[in-house]
């Protein structure tokens, strides 16, 4: 009887052809350990939007990303794992290792190759930093960290190091400097002290109106100062007009090659932003603010979380959820509907449009998106009058206007000058000159998107829509100097292998495009009618701003500078 019983139940894990049954499931299987440790990471009843937040986590935990507990993620979150390792390859920051490889070292220095930290011998440092040997630690080329003014730029672990040094990069890893260092800035108390949030508090107690805010910002002409410069007031007005809930999106993504005006501001006077993100929520009517900041600026994720508290504890901010969202290194989520799509956990792939983020934005509610430098300004337009900021413009250009400055001058950093300022102005008046030795041949007037302008152009003033007709924009105001030692043959190219590296890769014409203009333009010579077409063809046919303007580059060289070919 026993036997037979033994017989009937090997039976039945046996296949038809009589051979053994497999004993295990087929698939990557979930470690139980792994699987502990990410629950005791990211807690119970994990969030679908959260899914870029808890890869942080673990990377900040383990150094990097495992297939172990990427699949222990996926089980938890109920998602495919497909769907997490497409989003955690996405990103640069996120370090992934499958199983037979070895993980990366403890420590990793990136080191800015962009343009203005190319102008200051990044190069020349990589290669040095390559050759001296420092147990434990990577080097690893990176994109604009937002520290023009003080290149070249270092990052060890996530302590930027200005004007760094072979010397000073070492020191920093035997130090163990690898914390961010937070700036002397004016924080909760300092600024209640000098008037700050009498504002807002005004506006709550019912001593203006949401239509006198309005009124306010249309008459300043305030404009939103991320690039796109569209009429602040009329934005909010539009997003208002939908039906709620709606909700608010602050982009702190700048990274536009030679762009820090933000990091500047929210290093020195972050309440005036968070004031006018406060005010901005009143009026439109958002219920939630996501302020997503780039993983570059450690510092000011840190210094915000801190002071964001004080004015929920001090009962400023009862009327609006605010949720600080971190960025993995990707300069397309600077476009706004990528940044919409990376703060719901997902790639930063750009949407087609219409419809536009203020009618179907995060989560497809009408949404508010706005950057650092407009809300900074909402507070000083109503309290000064709107004339006091549109008056303060000159050559026919209305506003103030934040300009980063780097490249071949004295004294670069932000300049906060009047709109419509020429180069020859900004580089003679606020900049202290060339450097020594340096004589201006060229200018980036709106980072590496904005394209490139000779120096006989010094005379155009820096404003929205006036750069047009010369195929270039002011953008972010991110302005970039070279001189009669730079060959602008290398500035494209440098440009191009930007926009080829940060690619989403959703569109064709962007993702190939970039990438063999990119082999064409290192050649001796370039083949100039074929860079031509695939210029065109970004241009034309791109999803985003991305591709767009990747073409830029090429066609102001051929224009402007055929000499340097």
Same mark, same amino acid.
């Given at each position: 009887?026993?036997?037979? =019983?033994?017989?009937?139940?090997?039976?039945?894990?046996?296949?038809?052809?009589?051979?053994?049954?497999?004993?295990?499931?087929?698939?990557?299987? +979930?470690?139980?350990?792994?699987?502990?440790?990410?629950?005791?990471?990211? #807690?119970?009843?994990?969030?679908?939007?959260?899914?870029? &937040?808890?890869?942080?986590?673990?990377?900040?935990?383990?150094?990097?990303?495992?297939?172990?507990? %990427?699949?222990?993620?996926?089980?938890?979150?109920? %998602?495919?794992?497909?769907?997490?390792?497409?989003?955690?390859?996405?990103?640069?920051?996120?370090?992934?290792?499958?199983?037979?490889?070895?993980?990366?070292?403890? %420590? =990793?220095?990136? +080191?800015?190759?962009?343009?203005?930290?190319?102008?200051?011998?990044?190069?020349?440092?990589?290669?040095?930093?390559?050759?001296?040997?420092?147990?434990?630690?990577?080097?690893?080329?990176?994109?604009?960290?937002?520290?023009?003014? =003080?290149? /070249?730029?270092?990052?060890?672990?996530?302590?930027?190091?200005?004007?760094?040094?072979?010397?000073?990069?070492? &020191?920093?890893?035997q130090g163990k400097h690898i914390h961010p260092i937070i700036p002397d800035y004016i924080d909760f108390d300092k600024y209640c002290a000098s008037g700050g949030y009498r504002l807002w508090k005004a506006c709550r107690d019912g001593k203006y109106s949401h239509e006198q805010i309005l009124d306010d910002l249309d008459a300043s002409q305030l404009k939103g100062l991320g690039g796109a410069g569209f009429p602040a007031g009329r934005k909010w007005r539009i997003v208002r007009g939908y039906e709620a809930p709606r909700l608010m999106a602050v982009n702190i993504d700048e990274g536009e090659p030679g762009t820090f005006k933000d990091r500047y501001y929210l290093e020195h006077d972050p309440h005036r932003?968070?004031?006018?993100?406060?005010?901005?929520? !009143?009026?439109?009517?958002?219920?939630?603010?996501?302020?997503?900041?780039?993983?570059?600026? /450690?510092?000011?994720?840190?210094?915000?979380?801190?002071?964001?508290?004080?004015?929920?504890?001090?009962?400023?901010?009862?009327?609006?959820?605010?949720?600080?969202?971190? #960025?993995? #290194?990707?300069?397309?989520?600077?476009? &706004?509907?990528?940044?919409?799509?990376?703060? *719901?956990?997902?790639?930063?792939?750009?949407?087609?449009? /219409? /419809?536009?983020?203020? *009618?179907?934005?995060?989560?497809?509610?009408?949404?508010?998106?706005?950057?650092?430098? =407009?809300?900074? !300004?909402?507070?000083?337009?109503?309290?000064?009058?709107?004339? !006091?900021?549109?008056?303060?413009g000159t050559n026919g250009c209305s506003g103030l206007r934040s300009y980063s400055v780097s490249g071949r001058v004295k004294n670069p950093g932000v300049k906060l000058v009047s709109a419509g300022i020429t180069i020859r102005e900004l580089i003679d008046e606020h900049c202290g000159g060339m450097l020594d030795g340096h004589e201006f041949k060229a200018y980036l007037p709106g980072g590496a998107s904005g394209g490139i302008l000779p120096a006989s152009l010094d005379n155009v003033p820096l404003d929205f829509g006036t750069l047009q007709e010369y195929g270039c924009f002011i953008g972010s105001a991110a302005i970039v100097i070279f001189s009669n030692q730079d060959n602008m043959k290398d500035v494209a190219l440098n440009l191009m292998r930007f926009f080829r590296d940060e690619s989403c890769g959703q569109c064709t014409p962007c993702r190939s495009g970039t990438e063999k203009a990119s082999r064409l333009m290192a050649k001796p010579e370039w083949d100039v009618e074929l860079l031509e077409d695939l210029s065109t063809v970004m241009t034309d046919a791109s999803i985003c701003g991305l591709g767009q303007a990747a073409g830029n580059p090429i066609n102001c060289v051929l224009k402007y500078f055929p000499e340097d070919l």
């Amino acid at each position: 009887m026993q036997a037979n =019983t033994v017989e009937v139940m090997a039976s039945r894990f046996r296949n038809s052809d009589g051979r053994k049954a497999r004993s295990y499931t087929k698939g990557r299987q +979930v470690d139980p350990s792994a699987r502990a440790e990410i629950r005791a990471l990211i #807690g119970g009843s994990p969030s679908r939007d959260l899914l870029i &937040e808890y890869l942080h986590l673990i990377q900040d935990r383990y150094g990097y990303l495992s297939s172990k507990n %990427l699949a222990a993620l996926a089980d938890e979150m109920r %998602l495919a794992q497909s769907e997490v390792y497409e989003v955690a390859t996405f990103y640069a920051h996120f370090d992934i290792v499958h199983e037979d490889e070895q993980p990366p070292p403890p %420590l =990793t220095i990136r +080191v800015c190759d962009s343009i203005s930290c190319q102008l200051a011998n990044a190069e020349k440092l990589i290669h040095d930093l390559e050759k001296v040997s420092m147990e434990g630690v990577r080097i690893l080329r990176a994109p604009c960290m937002g520290r023009c003014a =003080t290149a /070249p730029v270092a990052e060890v672990g996530h302590n930027h190091v200005d004007h760094a040094t072979v010397q000073s990069l070492a &020191e920093a890893v035997q130090g163990k400097h690898i914390h961010p260092i937070i700036p002397d800035y004016i924080d909760f108390d300092k600024y209640c002290a000098s008037g700050g949030y009498r504002l807002w508090k005004a506006c709550r107690d019912g001593k203006y109106s949401h239509e006198q805010i309005l009124d306010d910002l249309d008459a300043s002409q305030l404009k939103g100062l991320g690039g796109a410069g569209f009429p602040a007031g009329r934005k909010w007005r539009i997003v208002r007009g939908y039906e709620a809930p709606r909700l608010m999106a602050v982009n702190i993504d700048e990274g536009e090659p030679g762009t820090f005006k933000d990091r500047y501001y929210l290093e020195h006077d972050p309440h005036r932003f968070i004031e006018g993100m406060l005010i901005a929520a !009143w009026v439109v009517g958002t219920e939630k603010s996501y302020v997503y900041i780039r993983d570059e600026y /450690p510092a000011i994720i840190a210094l915000l979380k801190e002071e964001i508290l004080k004015v929920q504890s001090a009962g400023l901010a009862d009327h609006l959820e605010i949720e600080i969202r971190r #960025g993995a #290194g990707a300069y397309i989520c600077g476009e &706004e509907s990528a940044m919409i799509e990376s703060i *719901e956990g997902k790639r930063g792939l750009p949407r087609n449009r /219409p /419809p536009y983020v203020a *009618e179907v934005g995060l989560f497809g509610r009408p949404t508010l998106e706005n950057n650092v430098e =407009t809300l900074h !300004w909402v507070r000083d337009i109503v309290e000064k009058g709107p004339r !006091w900021f549109s008056d303060s413009g000159t050559n026919g250009c209305s506003g103030l206007r934040s300009y980063s400055v780097s490249g071949r001058v004295k004294n670069p950093g932000v300049k906060l000058v009047s709109a419509g300022i020429t180069i020859r102005e900004l580089i003679d008046e606020h900049c202290g000159g060339m450097l020594d030795g340096h004589e201006f041949k060229a200018y980036l007037p709106g980072g590496a998107s904005g394209g490139i302008l000779p120096a006989s152009l010094d005379n155009v003033p820096l404003d929205f829509g006036t750069l047009q007709e010369y195929g270039c924009f002011i953008g972010s105001a991110a302005i970039v100097i070279f001189s009669n030692q730079d060959n602008m043959k290398d500035v494209a190219l440098n440009l191009m292998r930007f926009f080829r590296d940060e690619s989403c890769g959703q569109c064709t014409p962007c993702r190939s495009g970039t990438e063999k203009a990119s082999r064409l333009m290192a050649k001796p010579e370039w083949d100039v009618e074929l860079l031509e077409d695939l210029s065109t063809v970004m241009t034309d046919a791109s999803i985003c701003g991305l591709g767009q303007a990747a073409g830029n580059p090429i066609n102001c060289v051929l224009k402007y500078f055929p000499e340097d070919l």
